[in-house]
Nanobody, 127 residues
Framework: VQLQASGGGLVQAGGSLRLSCAAS????????MGWFRQAPGKEREFVAA????????YYSDSVKDRSSISRDNAKNTVYLQMNSLKPEDTAVYFC?????????????????????WGQGTQVTVSS
């Protein structure tokens, strides 16, 4: 199973980025997907998640009014659109596959519930 994240880069505060995560697995459409991020010296934290059919989405408080997660199951790809970026959004962003077919409202933000991880893409927001 491979998850390939892309779309990161250097952007000025207030700018936007669209991250993509392409998955090489036949069961992509059966599982929820999530985005996490990790800043230097900090733990990996939840950013957003989406159910297998895209019907439910979840966001951290820090990004919920500025971001949108979506997926295209025909392309085995999940996206994270991030707007109004802030310097504190600077981090390596990881995509991951939820380990269960039904995404629970109790643990979608728990990184232990994700079994496959991509290599990450760097997002740097300058002030």
């Amino acid at each position: 199973v491979q998850l390939q994240a892309s779309g990161g880069g250097l952007v000025q505060a207030g700018g936007s980025l669209r991250l993509s995560c392409a998955a090489s697995l036949r069961t992509f459409s059966m599982y929820g997907m999530g985005w996490f991020r990790q800043a230097p010296g900090k733990e990996r934290e939840f950013v957003a998640a989406i159910a297998s059919n895209g019907g439910s989405t979840y966001y951290s408080d820090s990004v919920k009014d500025r971001s949108s997660i979506s997926r295209d199951n025909a392309k085995n790809t999940v996206y994270l659109q991030m707007n109004s970026l802030k310097p504190e959004d600077t981090a390596v962003y990881f995509c991951a596959q939820y380990r269960k077919t039904i995404m629970s409202t109790y643990d979608y933000a728990d990184k232990r519930q994700y079994r496959y991880w991509g290599q990450g893409t760097q997002v740097t927001v300058s002030s």
